[in-house]
């Protein structure tokens, strides 16, 4: 059971930000017009934006739950994994479960690159995370 609370304690910023993420892609978007910015739709760069946030959410917590930098590969993996996953049930909640929300493969695909850019920013941020392994 501390096992179980202290892996949900890590990971709490992913998953208040998970639910925020449900919470925004389920409510009725209330007549929003969606502009363009750099000929991008501006609620792809949302996704982009809050899918980059859950990676580097999920990898923080999993890191500060393992603290080993060997580790790294597969938490990138899993954080990806995990947050792509979450954003394709998302889009099929909107498609099947609302009838003021619509799926579509470019918000899929928006996710996508959010998640990877999620990745990108973890790495600039914690680097190669050897500074882990001086607890050995």
Same mark, same amino acid.
């Given at each position: 059971m501390k096992i179980?609370?202290?892996? /949900?304690?890590?990971? +709490?910023?992913? *998953?208040?930000?998970?639910? /925020?993420?449900?919470? +925004?892609?389920? *409510?009725?978007?209330?007549?929003f017009v969606s502009q363009t910015f750099l000929?991008?739709?501006?609620?792809?760069?949302?996704?982009?934006?809050m899918f980059s946030i859950l990676v580097f959410f999920i990898m923080q917590g999993l890191i500060k739950y393992w603290r080993f930098s060997f580790f790294l590969k597969k938490i990138q993996l899993y954080a990806f994994v995990i947050a792509f996953l979450y954003g394709v049930i998302i889009e099929l909640i909107q498609h099947f479960l609302t009838s003021?929300?619509?799926?579509?493969?470019?918000?899929?695909?928006?996710?996508?690159?959010?998640?990877?850019?999620?990745?990108?920013l973890f790495k600039s941020v914690y680097g190669n995370l050897k500074f882990l392994d001086k607890d050995i």
């Open positions: 179980l609370f202290s892996f /949900f304690k890590y990971l +709490l910023p992913a *998953l208040m930000w998970a639910i /925020f993420i449900l919470i +925004l892609a389920t *409510l009725n978007n209330g007549g000929g991008i739709e501006t609620d792809k760069w949302g996704h982009l934006f003021y929300r619509t799926a579509e493969i470019w918000d899929i695909v928006a996710n996508f690159v959010g998640c990877l850019i999620g990745l990108l």
